[in-house]
Structures are given as structure tokens and as C-alpha cells.
């Protein structure tokens, strides 16, 4: 009787003991991932902004000036044109690449035509070049189309590259049965109207991936504006933070702060769908 | 000893493969060409019609909107060719003949475009034999319709056949379009600049020229790029191995955590990796760039200690840098890899763990009988792409440290550079064209090597069904 009872109690202990050791793994976790997030916040906050005025981790003097001085003064730094130009840029890019990419996605996943393999294939073998090894190249280009220095030339990038990206999108229509599209076109429904009606609609979290991908890329790419981008006022605010020095570590603070946002917002809005995209692209890549 | 023999058994197979491919490459030529030897023989004036004029069978046959299509469309590519394509194809294998002179006013070639523009012409010349074929088939068809006095589909029809059956043509143009110009055309374009001799002071309005492997000999021999090439080398590999393992077992690592039935509040504690996801890279990279300085938090406490501030970035660390690479990629990578295994853990099939209990089963024994082989096996696609990823992680050690660092023994680079880094920093800022585009094609070919091999070995690839 007595024998049972310790071992009751023992496993009891160890079973504490493991959900203490549990919640204290996640606590050092979390303090990991958002001390550095918290240390941008008060920074932003800093009376004198740069990053040798400040105690450790604490600025010394706490104000509003980095806000201030991101949306008034605009001289030198022109923060608020830079937001608007990469706003303009992304939403744009998520558009035209997000609905090139899902068509891709589509038209490879239902419909078996005579290149389709060949296509699939080369585009898996162009996706293990460096990215940026082209980016010579498509400078190049975009002198020889005059759209160096030029907001729509970004755009066009960044659709035009985007149904390489078609897979994880191909393995979330994989899983759509095809009975749905064959009942559809027994009634009569062309492919077009299928994919319009019926297969859309089922496609919303995909849907959102896509676009959520497509849209932060723009947002926080660096490389194709540094290069495309030549007059100050058509910078985007990765390129613009970038050109801040130690001295100016308030103001690069606030405008990541708003720059983050966003796109923190939109995420925690979406991780659900984030969550089902990935694994339905993963098992099926 | 397994391992061994599966390669051994893999590089077998490849081989069999390889021959029965050479074997029937014959064959599938007949099979390729005997629609085209069909139509020669059985077409009529009609079609032969169609063969020196697109679209007049057509117009023959009294189509009169697609062969005025077809008519059309021949009429704009003889336009381009005659005023451009014909000198661009010539350009690109010349690279330009008269060299610019400002002195005397002349405007010599430029190489590069011409080789640029002999490319896009090539590709306008694919498209046009796509177009050409697709023409010659039209008017086949349309010519077996009339033989078997069936009525052939109308424009209409047709038309609109292109919101259905062809669907995926009308879909796919602009894809197809979008990629040839953005995506293939500058890969070729590099691809065929590591064998010409342009950069360094081999610039325009200097004339450039093919050189063959000449740019290859020069990384691999002795010379300034071989050390730093092998020296970049070694590091780039360890560190893509390192990190992907580190990324993946620590995103694993926190899935299962965050899964455990203890844990209460799951979405509270999911949101702080997912905080730091969700920030653009940059931002991170600059932040931690700043934390690591000399200025920064950290060397302000260790002065605070009575210590010296300690250079993390700067010129003389190099192990130091490096783990600190290691750490922020971890700290950026690891939420993903957190918000994929969590996808995937919620797939598993329940009714595996309840018998594994009922047979007593320890749950560490759980994760390496179950959890484990079924992750792996969901995510070898991933962890392959992952680790292509890695291993041309540009942004971050381009953002963590200073442009201008340039390391002992190391030619335009510094210790912690991986290759593309280099790459960068030889072609953009320091004119090395051709040099960084045999690198970067070398990095190709090895990362393009090392996941096909990983692919091939992989349960994901030999048993598809397993887990279905």
C-alpha cells in the first residue's frame, strides 16, 4: 500500500518537474526572441538617438524626438516618401506576382500538357542558382528598356520572378480532388470558370501565403533597389535605413519599428493559414 | 557501411540510367519526328503552303482571322530579324569588332549588350519555331477535318477554347514570358560571361572577348583567387552544414516543446518566435550589428565590469564573428523552421503514439521511432532547400560586418565571407565580372550536386507511399 503511494508520489514529481523545466525552456526562449524586438522599441524612444549616448541596453533619456524628426525632417533623410515608395512597390509586386504564380501553380498541377515536365525540371534546376547571380544581367536589361531609376521596373522584376516560386502552390492544388473539377465540368463549367468558382474559393489559405510571400519579399529586399534605385527620393526604406549611421541609431530604430509593424500585424493575423500553406507544401514538394 | 553501399548502389543505378537513356535517345527522336515526317508526306499544297508562308494555308482553307493571325505574326518576326536579330545573333558570337574611340568620335560596340541582345534574340527564335510548328500542325488538322468532310472548328471556337481545354496556354504566357526575360535570360547571360574575359579593366568600351576556361584555370591553379577560393571554400560548407542543423533541430526542438499537453497558452508563447520572423531581415541584421559594436550594449557592460571593449565584428575576430553569425541566422531562421514542424507534427497519425504507448514505449523512444523518421521524411525537400539557402546566405554577414574589412590571406575578402559574398564583392564592387561568374557557376554546380545527391538517398525520394 505504502509502496504504491511513494510511486504515485514519485511519478507525480517527476511530472512537476518536467512541466518546471518545460515553461522554463520557453521562458529563456521568449526572452531570447523578443529582448532584441524590445531593445529596438526603446531605442526609438531615445531623447538623443545616437547609440553611444545610451546605458547598456536603456537609453538615458526617454522622448519622442526619433518620431518626431522621422516624419518632419525630411531633408536629408525623406522617411515617409521612402514608406509610401516601398508600400507602392509591394502591394504592387504582391498583386501581379501573386496572381502570376497561383495561374503557374494551377495550370502545373491540372492540366498535363507535352513541356510540362521539362518546365518542372528546369525550373528546380534554376532555382539552385544564386539568386543574385543575374542581377548584373538584369541591370543590363533594364538600362536597355530604360527603367533604371524607375519604380515600375522593380515591380516587373519581382512579378516576372515570382512564378518560380510555383511549388508549394502546385502541392496545395495537388490536394484539391479532382472530383470537384469533374463534377464542375459535367454541368458544363469551361476550365476557366472551374478555376474561377471553384477552385479559388477553396484555395484561401494558399491564397494568403502567396500573397503574404510576395509582399514581404518587396518589402524588405535590399539588393534590386540599392542597385535600381538611384535618386534619394525614389528609395525604399531598406535602402534609406541602410545609408543611417551609428549617429542617427534612434531614428533607424523608429523607422524599422514602423516598417516592422505591418508586416507583424498581417502575420499574426494569417499564422494559421501560414502554418497549413507550409506543411501542405512541404509534404507534397 | 550502409551508406556506402547505398552511394555505391546509387552511382550503379546512374550510370544504368545513363546508358539506357543513350540507348533510346534513337528512338525517341523516330517517335519525336514521326508526326513531322506525317505531315510532309500526307500534307496537301495547303499545307505546304503553310510551310513558306504562316498562315496562308489557313487563309487557303478560308480562315481568315488566324491566318491573318499567323500572316501577322511571321510579318513582325521577318520586322525584328531583319532590323535587329539578324546583327544580334551575329554579335554574339563575335562580342563586337569595332573598338569606341571618344578621340575620334567613334562609336564602337558594346560587347556586353550585343551579347545581352544575341541572347534575347536566340530566345525570340525559340519562340518563333514554337509559333512556326503550331502553325504547320493547324493547318494539318484543319486539312484532316475537310478530308473526312468533318467542319473544322471555327475562330470562335477556338477563341474560347482558350478559356478551357487550352486553358493553361492562355495562363501560362505571360509566366513563361516573365521568366524567360527575368529569370533565364540573366542566368545565360552569366553563365556565358565565365567564359569571356570581361572585367577588371576589360570594360566598355573596351571589346570583350570568349576566352574558354580560362576564368576556371584561374580559380582552381595557383594564383591570387585559388587560396582564397579553397579558403572560402571550407568555410562556406561547414557553415552551411552547421547552420541548417542548428536551424532545423532548434525549430524542431521548439515545435515539440510548444506541442507538449503541459503547455498552456500555446499561442502566447508561439508569438514571440513568430515576432521575429515577422521583422524584415535587415532590420535584424543592422540591430544585431549595432548590439555587437563598439559602441554597443554589450561592450558598454563589459566596460562597466572593468573589461575592455571587445571588437566582435571588427578586423581581428574571426571564430568570434562566426558564432555570432551562427547565432543571429539561428535567431532569424528557427521560427520558420518552428511554424513548419508544427504543421507537420499536427499531420501525424495519433493512433502510431497510442500503440507505441500501450506497448510501453518511453516517449524518448517515441521521438526516435516515430516523430523523427516522419518529420525528416515530410521535410527532406525543405532541408534541402534550406541548405542551398544557407549556403548562399548573402545578407548576413554582408550586413553584420563592414564593407571595408578585408582579412589576412584572403584576395577582396574577408574570414567570414561565404562564397557568394565574395562573389559580390568581386563583380559588383570590384569590376571582376567573369571571375565572379565562374565562381558563381562553380557554387551551382556543387550545391546543384550535393541536393541531388541528398534527394536521391533520401526516404522521400525511394519510398513515396510510406506514410500515405
Not at chain 2, 470562335?156 to 527575368?182: Q, Y
Not at chain 2, 542548428?246 to 524542431?252: A, P, Q
Not at chain 2, 514571440?272 to 524584415?280: E, G, K, S, V
Not at chain 2, 526516435?368 to 534541402?384: E, G, H, M, S
Request: charged share 15%.
Amino acid at each position: 500500500m505504502n509502496k504504491a503511494k511513494a510511486k504515485v508520489a514519485k511519478a507525480k514529481t517527476k511530472k512537476v518537474l518536467n512541466v518546471a523545466i518545460t515553461y522554463c525552456i520557453l521562458i529563456v526562449v521568449a526572452f531570447i526572441f523578443f529582448f532584441p524586438c524590445l531593445w529596438l522599441i526603446l531605442a526609438s524612444f531615445s531623447k538623443s538617438g545616437s547609440i553611444y549616448s545610451f546605458d547598456g541596453f536603456f537609453p538615458s533619456e526617454y522622448g519622442f524626438d526619433a518620431f518626431k524628426s522621422l516624419f518632419t525632417d525630411t531633408v536629408m533623410y525623406n522617411y515617409p516618401k521612402w514608406f509610401l515608395n516601398t508600400l507602392f512597390i509591394a502591394v504592387m509586386s504582391c498583386l501581379f506576382g501573386t496572381l502570376l504564380t497561383i495561374l503557374t501553380a494551377y495550370c502545373m498541377s491540372r492540366f498535363r500538357f507535352k513541356s510540362r515536365k521539362a518546365m518542372m525540371k528546369a525550373t528546380l534546376l534554376l532555382g539552385m542558382f544564386p539568386s543574385f547571380m543575374g542581377t548584373i544581367a538584369v541591370y543590363l536589361i533594364m538600362t536597355q528598356f530604360n527603367l533604371i531609376n524607375q519604380q515600375w521596373g522593380l515591380i516587373l522584376i519581382y512579378s516576372a520572378q515570382a512564378p518560380m516560386g510555383y511549388m508549394v502552390q502546385k502541392g496545395f492544388f495537388d490536394t484539391i480532388p479532382y472530383s470537384i473539377d469533374e463534377a464542375a465540368r459535367i454541368d458544363g463549367a469551361s476550365n476557366f470558370t472551374v478555376f474561377v468558382k471553384f477552385i479559388l474559393p477553396l484555395s484561401k489559405p494558399m491564397l494568403v501565403y502567396t500573397a503574404l510571400t510576395s509582399f514581404t519579399w518587396p518589402w524588405s529586399d535590399f539588393i534590386l533597389p540599392k542597385m535600381l534605385l538611384i535618386d534619394k527620393d525614389l528609395y525604399t526604406v531598406a535602402v534609406g535605413l541602410m545609408s543611417l549611421g551609428e549617429t542617427e541609431f534612434a531614428r533607424f530604430a523608429a523607422g524599422s519599428i514602423f516598417i516592422a509593424i505591418p508586416i507583424i500585424v498581417l502575420y499574426f493575423c494569417l499564422v494559421k493559414y501560414m502554418i497549413n500553406g507550409m506543411a501542405a507544401g512541404a509534404v507534397k514538394e | 557501411m550502409k551508406f556506402k553501399a547505398k552511394c555505391k548502389s546509387f552511382f550503379v543505378k546512374l550510370k544504368n540510367k545513363f546508358v539506357n537513356f543513350i540507348k533510346q535517345l534513337p528512338f525517341k527522336f523516330k517517335s519525336k519526328f514521326a508526326g513531322a515526317k506525317e505531315i510532309i508526306t500526307q500534307g496537301n499544297g495547303k499545307v505546304m503552303s503553310s510551310f513558306a508562308v504562316m498562315g496562308l494555308g489557313q487563309l487557303l482553307y478560308k480562315q481568315w482571322a488566324k491566318g491573318a493571325l499567323f500572316l501577322l505574326l511571321q510579318a513582325g518576326f521577318i520586322l525584328y530579324f531583319v532590323l535587329s536579330g539578324a546583327a544580334d545573333l551575329f554579335g554574339l558570337f563575335t562580342l563586337g569588332q569595332v573598338q569606341g574611340d571618344a578621340w575620334y568620335g567613334i562609336e564602337g560596340d558594346n560587347s556586353v549588350v550585343m551579347m545581352l541582345m544575341g541572347i534575347l534574340a536566340v530566345i525570340m527564335i525559340i519562340f518563333y519555331a514554337v509559333i512556326y510548328t503550331a502553325n504547320i500542325k493547324d493547318v494539318y488538322r484543319t486539312q484532316c477535318c475537310a478530308d473526312t468532310l468533318k467542319p473544322a472548328a471555327g475562330f470562335k471556337k477556338e477563341v474560347s477554347s482558350l478559356l478551357d481545354k487550352n486553358f493553361h496556354k492562355t495562363a501560362l504566357t505571360l509566366p513563361v514570358i516573365g521568366v524567360c526575360v527575368f529569370s533565364i535570360l540573366p542566368i545565360v547571360f552569366m553563365i556565358l560571361i565565365a567564359f569571356t574575359n570581361y572585367g577588371g579593366a576589360n570594360i566598355p568600351p573596351a571589346l570583350v572577348d570568349w576566352v574558354g576556361f580560362e576564368n576556371f584555370g584561374r580559380i582552381f591553379s595557383l594564383g591570387e583567387f585559388a587560396p582564397t577560393f579553397f579558403k572560402i571554400f571550407g568555410w562556406n560548407l561547414l557553415w552551411a552544414l552547421l547552420s541548417t542543423a542548428i536551424n532545423y533541430f532548434g525549430g524542431l526542438g521548439l515545435a515539440l516543446l510548444l506541442n507538449k499537453k503541459c503547455v498552456k497558452g500555446k499561442a502566447i508563447w508561439r508569438a514571440f518566435p513568430i515576432l521575429a520572423y515577422a521583422i524584415p531581415g535587415f532590420i535584424t541584421l543592422l540591430g544585431f550589428k549595432f548590439m555587437f559594436s563598439y559602441g554597443g550594449p554589450i561592450n558598454y557592460y563589459i566596460q562597466a565590469a572593468g573589461g575592455e571593449a571587445v571588437g566582435f565584428l571588427s578586423v581581428n575576430s574571426k571564430w568570434m564573428a562566426r558564432f555570432i553569425g551562427l547565432g543571429v541566422n539561428a535567431w532569424i531562421s528557427i521560427p520558420s523552421t518552428m511554424l513548419l514542424a508544427t504543421g507537420i507534427l499536427s499531420n501525424i497519425n495519433t493512433d502510431l503514439y497510442e500503440a507505441a504507448r500501450v506497448d510501453g514505449a518511453s516517449s524518448w523512444k517515441q521521438f526516435i521511432k516515430i516523430t523523427l523518421p516522419y518529420v525528416l521524411f515530410a521535410t527532406t525537400p525543405v532541408l534541402i532547400t534550406q541548405f542551398i539557402n544557407n549556403f548562399n546566405h548573402f545578407g548576413i554577414f554582408y550586413f553584420l560586418r563592414d564593407a571595408s574589412i578585408r582579412s589576412e590571406g584572403y584576395f577582396l575578402a574577408n574570414n567570414t565571407d561565404l562564397l557568394i559574398n565574395w562573389l559580390y564583392r568581386m563583380s559588383i564592387d570590384n569590376n571582376y565580372y567573369s571571375i565572379g561568374a565562374a565562381i558563381s557557376l562553380v557554387i551551382f554546380i556543387i550545391t546543384s550536386l550535393i541536393s541531388l545527391t541528398v534527394y536521391v538517398l533520401s526516404p522521400s525520394y525511394k519510398q513515396e507511399e510510406t506514410f500515405r
